[in-house]
Structures are given as structure tokens and as C-alpha cells.
């Protein structure tokens, strides 16, 4: 599989058996309900004979090259030298090695496009798919996505294939039955069957994770097959497992249809992705970071920076903005708006409502390209270079703060365009440590207004506590990169 995670549920199962051994006699535990009643099948079996040939196993095999074996010499001028160059020599193999692995996949059109996963394929030199009835066909490489670890092979069949289609993963239900099917350790095809444990599950494999945990059991050789629900549509491919051992221990992960369905296409028709492109860096909205906004709840994406001349720019946004809502969707947290950007059409124009200056507004924007804006880079607007003062030390907060000079530019390698007030020591322990600052930092602006001195930053604090504020929100440059943070002012 892609990736393990080792947890420990050992100690939780052995707790349960003895919780369950204890129980005293008088104590009935209820009958379970019929299984009609539960909608429990009878059986998988037709459900599997139907699907099972449209599942396949890749195989692929990749030339690597063999790396030179070190180890001891005998001294130089040693006269047995040559004697033992040749005989480890004539005993280690030369040249590259083939390296194999095996896979699954599945079929999802009569004239062989096939689905899989990318890390099951990634670098191979050869792609062969091998089906049910012992068929082996060369495959064609159609398009990669690493970020959802999608791929989709091409085979030339001689007659049509039985395929299957992706259903509505959207409409899948914690608790409903699925079904797997794959070539678990190279075993050849094999079926299991389990519930949806989980949606939405954010595991760290990419920008736009939103996996189906399921119990149905998933093991190394899964990778790439088929989750089935219970009318036979693929609603996720499986792609890994949480497991200390490499085998199923009941938490297996698959990408939802509603992702890979839109992916998929644009292999397809493409051989690559063409994903929707908002050009802005954005931010999790918390609590502290909500009442300094002013937002009567955490929610939405915070948007820490804008690209420069990407499409949030000409539409009008700001750092600064919280995104509520795009195209019609609402962002209840920050990693919903990169997968929903990400699913909507290139050149299309969509409304996004923003939260700014204490009121929602709404905005049009038209989407750009997300691979070719990649190589953008987001830019600070050019600011007026910050008057010199001395520094000030603000004891309350635990922060000595300075104007950024020549001098402090070079000692804390600060480019030219940065501008702001420099933090030049963090008191440890105080407020401002607590609050994330540290010493090098710039902060560029206090409330969504610019600093340009020390003074400034002063004033601003006061304002804030004079008005009542308990956090007011820091725009920081940090390494580079834009960074919003709530900061408590004690009142």
C-alpha cells in the first residue's frame, strides 16, 4: 500500500473481551435484530460473480539500476588484491535488477480504460493487466494525479471487456455495506466485505484528502481496486491502510468516487489534470482567530495572501478575507476549499462570498488553471519603506520590536521588499511567545492596517484595548511566508 501507520489496538481489544467476560449472569444482553431488519445480504456471492471480472491485477516491473557494493579492501600493494577483486567480483551480479510489484485495478469501459493507483505503477518500465479469466494484456501509461494517487491505464482488447461505473460516493452513508475486491499479496483476485466507518477522513497524503474509511479488509495488493456498494458501483479506490504489520486490522482508506470520477475523466480525455485555480494561500480559521475577525463562529478559509495577477486579484481579493462560501458550497473549514476550487471547471465564473471589514460580501471570480498557476509565486504588495525608530520594548507582551534598517535587514536577511516592524526578542514564557511570535519575524500589519514602526504597533495595541478587543489579528511575515495570528491583548 502507499503508506502504514502503526497504531496500537492491541490493548483496547484485549479490554473489551475481558469487559465482556466479567459481565455478571443476571445481566441479558438483547437479541440481535433479524438480519432483514439490519439489511444485511444473505450472501455476496451474486454481487461478487457479477463484478469480480471487470477487477484485474496489475503487475509492472522496473529496471533498477544495481548500486556498486562497498565493503573492505586489503591494504594498498597488498599482493592478494587482485586475487579477491575477481573473486567478489565473479560472485556479485553485474547490471541492472528488475524490480516487480503487483496491484489492482478495474475496468471502466468495454474498450480497456482501466483505474488504478499511481504509487502502484509509479516509475515502471512495463504495465501488464491480468484478468479474472487469466487474460494478460500490455498496458499504456494514459495519465498520472499524484495528489489523489489516481492513474488510468490503457489495454487493446480483441473483444469488449465487462467494466464497471463509478457511482455517487456523496450519497454513501456511515454504516452502509461495501465490498472490496483486489489481489491482496499477489494471491490473485479476492473478496471482502465490511461498512463505511468513517467519511471525510483528512490522513495527510495530499491537498485534497476526504478518504472513506472502511473495515471491509484491505491489504498490501489492494492498492488501486475497487470499493463497491451494495448496486454494484464503485464509490471509492482503495488506496491504504493503517496497519503495524502490513495487513488489515479493519481501518482501510479509498478515495471517494466523487473525487475520482472528475479526475479520472480528465485523465481520459487529457492524460492530465485540469483543475481549477483560485490563486490565494490561505489559513485555518479558530476561535481566537474568529473573535479578532469579528466572525460570530470559526468557519470558512482565511486568506493569508493573494497571488499576484492570479484570478482572487482581479476579482478584488484581499489577504485578509475569510471565504465563506464558493460556487455555492459552504466552506465550513479551510481544507474544503482547495478539493471544491479544485472540482470546478477551468474558465468558469463563480460567485465566493467573502467576510471583510465586519460584513459578507460577494465576489465573481473567474478560475484559472491550477498547473499552470502553480509556478506563480505569491507576491507582497510593494509597501513604502518604513520611517527608522528606535526600538521599543513592550514589557505587557514580552516583545522588543524595531524598524527594519539597512542594518537589521542584513542582520536578520530580510529581502528588500519586505517591509513592516522587525520582532528582535521574544521573552519566553510571555504573551507573545505563547501567542506564536518569535524573535526575526515581521509584522506587517495589526487589525488588517499596515505598521510601519514600533510606535505604530504600540498605538494599535492601544487602540484595540481601548475599544474593547481581547485579540486583535497579526498579519506576519515568517521566512517568506505570510502568516495570520490571533493575539490575546489581556483586557
Known amino acids: ?63 533498477v539500476e544495481r548500486p556498486e557494493r562497498g565493503g573492505q579492501r586489503l591494504p594498498e600493494g597488498n599482493p592478494f588484491n587482485d586475487l579477491f577483486e575477481d573473486f567478489f567480483r565473479r560472485g556479485r551480479p553485474q547490471g541492472p535488477r528488475q524490480v516487480e510489484s503487483l496491484g489492482s485495478g478495474f475496468v471502466i469501459s468495454a474498450e480497456g480504460f482501466v483505474v488504478t493507483n499511481n504509487h502502484v505503477i509509479e516509475g515502471a518500465d512495463e504495465i501488464t493487466v491480468n484478468f479474472a479469466d487469466g487474460t494478460s494484456l500490455p498496458a499504456q501509461l494514459v495519465g498520472t494525479d499524484p495528489k489523489t494517487d489516481l492513474a488510468v491505464l490503457k489495454v487493446e482488447p480483441l473483444a469488449p471487456l465487462p467494466f464497471v461505473a463509478f457511482g455517487d460516493s456523496r450519497s454513501a452513508r456511515v454504516g452502509d455495506w461495501v465490498v472490496a475486491i483486489g489481489n491482496p499479496f ?107 475577525l469579528g466572525l460570530d463562529e470559526a468557519g470558512g478559509a482565511l486568506v493569508a495572501d493573494v497571488t499576484e495577477g492570479g484570478p482572487a486579484e482581479e476579482a478584488g481579493l484581499e489577504a485578509g478575507d475569510v471565504i465563506l462560501r464558493f460556487n455555492g458550497a459552504d466552506i465550513e473549514e479551510m481544507r474544503d476549499l482547495p478539493r471544491i476550487v479544485a472540482e470546478t471547471a477551468v474558465g468558469s465564473s463563480v460567485r465566493v462570498t467573502i467576510f471583510r471589514d465586519g460584513k459578507t460580501q460577494n465576489l465573481r471570480v473567474t478560475l484559472g488553471r491550477l498547473e499552470e498557476g502553480e509556478a506563480a509565486q505569491p507576491a507582497s504588495a510593494q509597501r513604502e519603506v518604513a520611517p527608522e525608530s528606535a526600538p521599543i520594548d513592550l514589557s505587557d507582551f514580552g516583545v522588543t520590536l524595531s524598524a527594519i534598517t539597512d542594518d537589521t535587514r542584513a542582520a536578520f536577511d530580510l529581502g528588500d521588499e519586505v517591509q513592516g516592524v522587525l520582532i528582535v526578542e521574544v521573552t519566553p514564557g510571555g504573551v507573545a511567545a505563547r501567542e506564536g511570535l518569535r524573535r526575526g519575524q515581521v509584522i506587517v500589519e495589526i487589525a488588517q492596517q499596515p505598521v510601519r514602526s514600533p510606535a505604530d504597533v504600540e498605538a494599535a495595541f492601544e487602540a484595540a484595548r481601548d475599544g474593547g478587543k481581547n485579540t486583535v489579528l497579526l498579519l506576519v511575515e515568517s521566512n517568506g511566508e505570510p502568516l495570520f495570528l490571533p493575539f490575546s491583548l489581556g483586557n
Open 186 to 292: 499477489g494471491l490473485g483476485g479476492s473478496v471482502s466485505a465490511g461498512i463505511i466507518s468513517a467519511r471525510n477522513r483528512d490522513i495527510n497524503s495530499g491537498p485534497y484528502d476526504d478518504f472513506i474509511q472502511t473495515d471491509a479488509a484491505i491489504n498490501r495488493g489492494n492498492s488501486g481496486g475497487p470499493l463497491f456498494n451494495m448496486a454494484g458501483e464503485v464509490i471509492g479506490v482503495n488506496t491504504a491502510i493503517i496497519s503495524p504489520t502490513g495487513g488489515s486490522i479493519g481501518i482501510g482508506f479509498a478515495v471517494p468516487s466523487a473525487l475520482a470520477a472528475n479526475v479520472v475523466d480528465q485523465l481520459r480525455q487529457f492524460g492530465e489534470t485540469r483543475r481549477g485555480w483560485l490563486g490565494v494561500r490561505i489559513q485555518v480559521v479558530n476561535d481566537e482567530m474568529a473573535e479578532a
Open 1 to 63: 500500500m502507499k503508506r502504514t501507520w502503526i497504531v496500537g489496538g492491541r490493548a483496547a481489544a484485549v479490554g473489551l473481551a475481558l469487559g465482556l467476560a466479567a459481565m455478571p449472569p443476571a445481566v441479558a444482553l438483547l437479541d440481535p435484530a433479524p438480519a432483514a431488519a439490519r439489511g444485511a445480504p444473505d450472501s455476496f456471492a451474486d454481487l461478487a460473480e457479477a463484478l469480480s471480472p471487470s477487477v484485474v491485477n496489475i503487475s509492472t516491473s522496473q529496471r
